[in-house]
């Protein structure tokens, strides 16, 4: 499960704080099973500094019960002693970067914790936000892990407290999350190995519900309850596979546009790549090649901060330019007046009533265009996963597009 559902397949492979943070909860996990406390709470430290910092909720149970069983001067000190080595190490990059000293780690919890922004102003969602999201990317694996405590019951001995101490962050931190405002996928990245483990522990139990403890072999049912467990899990890999493949199938566009402009280094250096309303899914300037000079947005409606084209004559990296806000309230300069610089444009195409650049063929040519899925009209099962020989025919596509300008006297090419 760990390897193969759709969640933890997406969140391994992201390069985000969240997913460091949920690779210290599967060591600090492992390790306290393995009854390391030392360890895991040194472990659970830099998941929570080198990481990110709200995770030190998911760490609290197993850091509160390693205090207790193994020492509590031992495995204080190796937890302290971690986090006042990778504090020293955090000041010293930041003052590095900043120029002067502070901590990103103390910053970023000011502003999301003690009042210093507004978290909701980024988006927010409802309570239930998780628990769908939870479905899509753990099917059934999801709704097992959440009967965990239902099996306690019966397969205490096996279970607990050792796994339940492992696991219960799972509760809290959903919980705690939902009452949340501001919501994201990645923010459950911690708890994804722990749904792995609950739903393993639930479906590995199948026969205990079934047995008579009194009884010298296994009943009928039992052993067909035995037989079962290859079946649910083959079950949630098939379910996992088939929302791997819509995702990647269907909203993979975005990345595999930028891959183009490889292939048009001939409209030279000095390039100028243009963007509107799809900021969002722009990937980063890694994917951009080099003979394009700046990446440009274009107003397309949103009114939110946006990034600006590195500027050196600010001061570097240590300077705070004073465009930037933390009321993400859009700085007037950060678009484009109008598209006359752009040597090429990006945009989605989803065959709404107003027009899109595109089609407007006497100043655009179409370089490469990649069917996008269209969230809005494509129906929540066939989009959320695929079925074979559904999929293309329920949901509807856009195309993703990139763009170039015809020079002026020019045609486009056929």
Known sequence: MLCLTSGCFFASTSFLPSSFSMYAVTLSSALFLLQK????????????IIGWPFSILVFFPITFYSLSRGGFKKVFLSGLLTSVLILA????????CYGRWTSSVFNLVQYNVLGGGQSHLYGTEGPLFYFRNGFNNFNFCFILALLFLAILPIARKKYAPDLLIVVSPM??????????????????YPIYPLICIAATAVIDSFPDLFRDKYAVEDTLIVQIAKGLRPVFLGLILCASHSRTFSILNGYSAPLEIYKHLEHHGDAGTGSVLCVGSEWHRFPSSFFVPSYV???????????GLLPFPFNSSFG???????????????AGDQYLKGTEVCTFFVELDLKRPFPARGTDLSTWETLAAIPFLDRELSPATYRSFFIPYKWQEKNVFGLYKLLKKIPKGGRAHT
């Open 37 to 48: 406390y030392a360890m895991a709470v040194s472990v659970a430290a830099a998941g929570v």
């Open 89 to 96: 190490f955090s000041l010293l990059a930041d003052y590095y």
């Open 171 to 188: 509760y809290i931190w959903l919980a705690f999350m939902s009452l949340q405002a501001h919501k994201e996928e990645r923010f459950l």
């Open 293 to 303: 000079s700046e990446v440009r947005w274009v107003d397309d409606g949103f009114r």
């Open 316 to 330: 570097g990296m240590a300077a705070a330019p004073p465009y930037f806000n933390d009321k993400n309230k859009a």
